[in-house]
Nanobody, 126 residues
Framework: QVQLVESGGGLVQAGGSLRLSCAAS????????MGWFRQAPGKEREFVAA????????YYTDSVKGRFTISRDNAKNTVYLQMNSLKPEDTAVYYC???????????????????WGQGTQVTVSS
């Protein structure tokens, strides 16, 4: 079972930036698409961004397009989420997740992800 550990969250003012990291254990990280999701208080967990196993395809939810960038470094078993122009509505716990299928492109369906990290809090003040 792969272990995913997120880091990089924190408190930032609106308009600021943060970079989240997700370090994965194991030798098969490079074979799976990865995703970032978030959950705000009282709301359901929602898709933020995903990246294919080789980094060639990325997906974003509309609300973060042009502001967030997902990337991965397969040599370091790490996926990143660069978040710029942060807004108070971006406040949430952010989770990384491993797609269930090898060599997949990823996507926004929560049920397609089989392993999850513990989450990292992102708070954007106005």
């Amino acid at each position: 079972q792969v272990q995913l550990v997120e880091s990089g969250g924190g408190l930032v003012q609106a308009g600021g930036s943060l970079r989240l990291s997700c370090a994965a254990s194991g030798r098969t990280f490079s074979l799976f698409a990865m995703g970032w999701f978030r959950q705000a208080p009282g709301k359901e967990r929602e898709f933020v961004a995903a990246i294919s196993w080789n980094g060639g395809t990325t997906y974003y939810t509309d609300s973060v397009k042009g502001r967030f960038t997902i990337s991965r470094d397969n040599a370091k078993n790490t996926v990143y989420l660069q978040m710029n122009s942060l807004k108070p509505e971006d406040t949430a716990v952010y989770y990384c997740a491993k797609h269930q299928s090898m060599y997949g492109l990823g996507g926004g369906e929560l049920a397609d992800y089989s392993s999850w990290g513990q989450g990292t809090q992102v708070t954007v003040s106005s």
